[in-house]
């Protein structure tokens, strides 16, 4: 059976640990994904007590729904690649907090944003950095056998699985992995997916599922809350791809809808198109 998660940005955000798992559960959902984002209210997470940790594990537990990997994207207001001493600095810290409460929570996956910066203009200092930074925060993950996956980005620097090989191949470690957004990867006209699926197959650790608008000439793309099959997302020939490479890791449905006053039925809607799609090419799900 194919495991599926769904992004905690896309259940009510004002419900606790235990409701959250509870619903992803009643959905059909196989786990959760938890975000670490840049905002005061998310990074706080980072410092959870040990009584909260234990809340979170009991939760897991009472539920049978786990939280499989850790969106942290809280490295876009502090970059491994930034030129401010004291921006990389806290970049590791981040990083360290973030690696420690994954392996409390037992957490299998840290998925980092592909950014050398976000908020600052890229040079090859910045990628510098960043390479450097990255293989000491590769070193504190493989201490604690948790594993770092790099997504595949809404920018230039990460924009496709090539990119990231490049740097892999620096820092050739099993604890550095790459979490492909297909809708990220397909928004780039310069990429061939297929062909970047095949590339970086053995490297794959989960999958994002979302739709995008592509770059182009005129437009600068839009990659978040593009409804499903408004997009550019060959999601049929994706799915095909994975199949015939063997692909049988997770794969994570990303969305935003934590305000909504109906998530779940957004989220029902995400299912009832990307299934049909997802059994045609052969894999099974619920």
């Known amino acids: 059976m194919t495991t599926i998660g769904i992004y ?71 970059p491994f690649g930034s030129k401010e001493q004291v921006k990389r600095t806290k970049a590791l810290e981040l990083m360290e907090k973030a690696i420690n409460l994954t392996s409390d929570l037992g957490v299998r996956t840290i998925q980092l944003a592909g950014y050398d910066v976000y908020y600052e203009s890229k040079t090859a200092h910045s990628r510098e950095y960043f390479i450097r930074n990255l293989k000491k925060a590769v070193a504190m993950a493989a201490a604690k056998e948790v594993v770092l996956s790099v997504e595949i980005m809404d920018d230039p620097f990460m924009s496709s699985i090539s990119k990231f090989l ?16 297909i809708g990220n990867l ?9 062909y970047e699926l095949e590339k970086g197959i053995d490297q794959i650790t989960a999958i994002h599922l979302k739709d995008t608008l592509a770059v182009t000439e005129d437009f600068s793309g839009k990659f978040k809350e593009v409804p499903f099959g408004t997009g550019c997302v060959d999601f049929l020939g994706c ?15 990303e969305m935003w809808s934590e305000n909504s006053k109906t998530p779940e039925n957004e989220i029902e809607k995400a299912k009832e198109f990307l299934f049909p799609y997802l059994k045609e090419a052969g894999f099974s799900v619920k």
Do not use: M
């Open 166 to 181: 490049n740097i892999k191949k620096q820092i050739p470690s099993p604890y550095l992995q790459v979490y492909p957004d």
């Open 239 to 253: 799915f095909k791809t994975l199949k015939r490479l063997d692909y049988s890791g997770p794969f994570l449905i």
């Open 8 to 78: 905690e940005k896309a259940l009510p955000k004002n419900s606790s640990w235990k409701e959250r798992l509870l619903l992803a559960k009643q959905l059909g959902f196989d786990f959760i994904e938890l975000s670490i984002d840049e905002t005061d209210e998310r990074l706080k997470r980072l410092d959870w007590s040990n009584d909260e940790r234990k809340e979170v594990r009991e939760a897991i537990h009472e539920t049978g729904i786990k939280i499989l990997s850790i969106c942290l994207s809280g490295h876009r207001r502090y």
């Open 186 to 194: 397909s928004a780039w006209p310069e990429n061939d997916v297929g």
